[in-house]
C-alpha cells in the first residue's frame, strides 16, 4: 500500500517560499522512491496575510495544523510588519501550541564546507535546545513605556517537568550516539534559581543513562570552545535563548547559516512535528534567487527520519555531502543548488 504523509506547508516570508520550494521537490523525490507520497497544504501565513486580514495564526488553521503528519516551515519575519508580531504571533505559537519541547539542531561540518576553523573536519554535535519555555514565554511587562523611568521586564520560566522531559531527551540522543556525551550549557553562575533546576535535573536523570557521560559549561565559554574547540561537543542541552544563540553561532562554524537545519519536535507525538531552517527571512537577499535552499533540505531530512524513513533522511545527507564538496567558492542560485542536490538523488 502506497503511504501517503500529509505535508502542511508554511513557506511564509522572504526567501522562506524560495527555499521550500526547493526543499519539497527533494521531499517528492525521496518518497516517490520508497513508494510513498505527499500530499500538501500551503498555508498562506507571514507577513502578506498578516497585512491583508490582521491574522497571524488563526484557531482554524491551527486546528487544521494538527491532523497533517508534518509541517514544513521556510521562514517568519519581515521588515514592514513590527517585530515580535509574526515571530511570536506565529512561528512561537506553532512551537507551544504543538508542544515542540525538543529544538533540535545538529550541526554537521561538511567536507568541503566554508569554516573559518580549518583543519576541523570532526566536528558533528547536536543541540537539544529547549523549545516551550524560558524568556521566550512572553511573561512580562513594561510600565512607563517611552519615558526615562520605564521599566521592562521579560522572565525566563523554567518548570521542573519542562526542563526534564527535555534533558530526558537528550540523555536518549546522547545514549544512541558513538561518543554518548552530553554537555549541559546554562549560567549557573548567575541565573542561580533557573541555573541549578537545570544542573539539578541533569544530575537526577544521570543514573538511569550510566553509559552517558556529561559536563556543564557556561554558555559564554560555550562559545569559545565552539569556536576553539568544537570537536569536544558531542549533544549540548540547554535553554530556549542560550540554545537560539549557540545554534546561529554552530551554524557559522560548519559551513554557514545556509546549512543548519531544525526540527521542531512534538517527542511525545501528541500533535505534528515542525521542520525548518536555523535561519530566518533574510530580508537583504530575498526576491534574488541566490538564497541556500540547502538548510530547508537537510530539514526535510530531518522531516523523513521523524516519519520513519532514516534511509532517506541518510541519502539526501548523502546528496548534501556530495553537493558541499563540490560547491567551490562559486555563487549559485536557489535553483540551481535545488537541482543539484536533486541531481544527486536521481
Ligand atoms: N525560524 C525563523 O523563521 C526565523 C529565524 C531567524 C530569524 N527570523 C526572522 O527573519 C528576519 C531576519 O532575521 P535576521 O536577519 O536576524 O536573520 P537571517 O537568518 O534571516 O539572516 C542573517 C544573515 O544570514 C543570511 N542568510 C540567512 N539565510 C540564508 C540562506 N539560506 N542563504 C544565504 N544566506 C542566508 C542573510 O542574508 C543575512 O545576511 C527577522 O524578522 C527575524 O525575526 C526568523
Ligand atoms: C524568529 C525567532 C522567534 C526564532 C527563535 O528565536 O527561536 C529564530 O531565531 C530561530 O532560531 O528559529
Ligand atoms: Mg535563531
Redesign the pocket.
Known amino acids: 500500500m502506497t503511504q501517503t504523509y500529509r505535508i502542511a506547508t508554511i513557506p ?1 516570508d ?2 522562506g517560499p524560495e ?1 521550500v520550494a526547493q526543499a519539497t521537490k527533494v521531499l517528492d523525490a525521496v518518497l516517490a522512491s520508497e513508494g510513498a507520497s505527499a500530499a500538501y497544504t500551503e498555508y498562506d501565513l507571514g507577513a502578506r496575510r498578516y497585512h491583508a486580514t490582521g491574522e497571524t495564526l488563526p484557531d482554524k488553521v491551527l486546528e487544521e495544523l494538527r491532523g497533517v503528519d508534518a509541517i514544513l516551515l521556510g ?4 521588515p514592514s510588519v513590527p ?1 515580535g508580531v509574526l ?1 511570536r504571533g506565529l ?1 512561537l505559537r506553532l512551537r507551544f501550541e504543538l508542544d515542540h519541547y525538543v529544538n533540535l539542531r545538529p550541526s554537521k561540518l561538511f567536507e568541503g564546507s566554508t569554516t573559518p576553523l580549518a583543519g576541523n573536519p570532526s566536528i558533528d554535535f547536536v543541540v537539544v535546545r529547549e523549545g516551550t519555555e524560558g524568556p521566550y514565554v512572553g511573561n512580562g511587562g513594561a510600565i512607563r513605556v517611552g519615558t526615562p523611568h520605564e521599566v521592562a521586564n521579560e522572565v525566563s520560566v523554567n518548570t521542573a517537568y519542562g526542563v526534564e522531559r527535555v534533558v530526558r531527551d537528550a540523555f536518549r540522543r546522547a545514549q544512541a550516539r558513538e561518543r554518548k556525551h552530553l554537555t549541559l550549557v546554562h549560567k549557573n553562575n548567575v541565573l542561580v534559581h533557573a541555573g541549578h533546576l537545570w544542573s539539578r535535573t541533569v544530575a537526577a536523570v544521570a543514573p538511569e543513562f550510566p553509559d552517558v557521560t556529561t559536563d556543564y559549561l557556561h554558555v559564554d565559554a560555550a562559545t569559545i570552545f565552539m569556536v576553539t574547540r568544537p570537536e569536544r561537543f558531542d549533544v549540548i542541552v540547554t535553554d530556549n535563548l542560550f540554545g537560539d544563540i549557540l545554534t546561529d553561532l554552530a551554524a557559522a562554524v560548519t559551513g554557514g ?2 546549512l543548519a537545519a531544525s526540527g521542531n519536535v512534538n517527542p511525545d507525538r501528541t500533535a505534528p512535528s515542525m521542520f ?2 536555523v ?7 530575498a526576491g534574488k534567487g541566490i ?2 535552499p540547502t ?1 530547508a533540505i537537510l530539514s526535510v531530512a530531518l522531516l523523513l527520519e521523524h516519519l520513519g524513513h532514516a534511509d532517506a533522511a541518510r541519502r539526501i545527507e548523502a546528496a548534501v555531502a556530495a553537493d558541499v564538496a563540490e560547491r567551490g567558492s562559486t555563487q549559485r542560485s536557489t535553483d540551481e543548488v535545488g537541482a543539484a542536490i536533486l541531481g544527486r538523488l536521481a
Open positions: 511564509g522572504g526567501i527555499v521562514a517568519v519575519g519581515d517585530s515571530e512561528l547559516i545556509g525548518e531552517p535561519h530566518g527571512s533574510a530580508p537583504d537577499i538564497a541556500d538548510a
